[in-house]
């Protein structure tokens, strides 16, 4: 039989749950914070459980002016190729284009139109300007999918053999390209 402090002592517990519960929470967000002003913590920088992995099975209708690509055609890559995500409805790759511009004579680049319009995405390439050898319309997304991407842009540093060696899920940055995606390249291009 229960008594009635019996009864006050479970309700007092079931008041306090969601209490702790605020207090884990708000205990998280400060270390989330705390590590983000002291560079611990990025918010970019996502699980790629791709990196290291051949890259997915695809095929892309090509985008004019240029050729769409496959599988087989990043398999058969002699040096590394940067493939990027983008759209034309999406912010950061239009802010990310002028720094792809100063990429492209560095790095070949191959692009993928992810949920876009091909016309849409023509026009966006006209606009801000194409550092694309190659371009595939992933028109429904499914490339995307096989990719595991979260979002555009996101990018992928793919080696010899169609290997995937580095992956971001940001637009890219002159600090980046200088002090991560270079280095790494001329690490992957030196026998």
Request: some cysteine; overall charge negative.
């Amino acid at each position: 039989m229960t008594t009635p402090s019996d009864n006050l002592t479970r309700r007092r517990l079931l008041m306090a749950l969601p209490l702790a519960g605020a207090g884990v929470a708000g205990v998280a967000f400060w270390k989330m914070l705390d590590g983000m002003e002291h560079g611990s913590f990025n918010p970019h920088d996502i699980n790629a459980p791709v990196l290291d992995r051949p890259v997915p099975d695809f095929t892309l209708a090509p985008l004019p002016p240029a050729e769409g690509f496959t599988t087989q055609d990043l398999q058969q890559v002699s040096k590394p190729v940067l493939v990027n995500f983008f759209a034309s409805w999406c912010i950061p790759c239009l802010a990310e284009m002028p720094t792809l511009m100063t990429l492209k004579d560095k790095l070949t680049m191959w692009g993928i139109a992810y949920k876009d319009k091909p016309d849409n995405a023509a026009s966006f390439l006209r606009h801000s300007g194409n550092p694309f050898s190659r371009l595939g319309s992933d028109h429904d997304g499914r490339a995307g999918i096989e990719w595991g991407i979260s979002g555009v842009p996101e990018t992928f540093l793919v080696g010899t053999g169609g290997v995937i060696r580095w992956h971001t899920a940001a637009p890219l940055t002159e600090e980046t390209i200088g002090k991560v995606l270079l280095p790494l390249v001329h690490r992957l291009q030196t026998p």
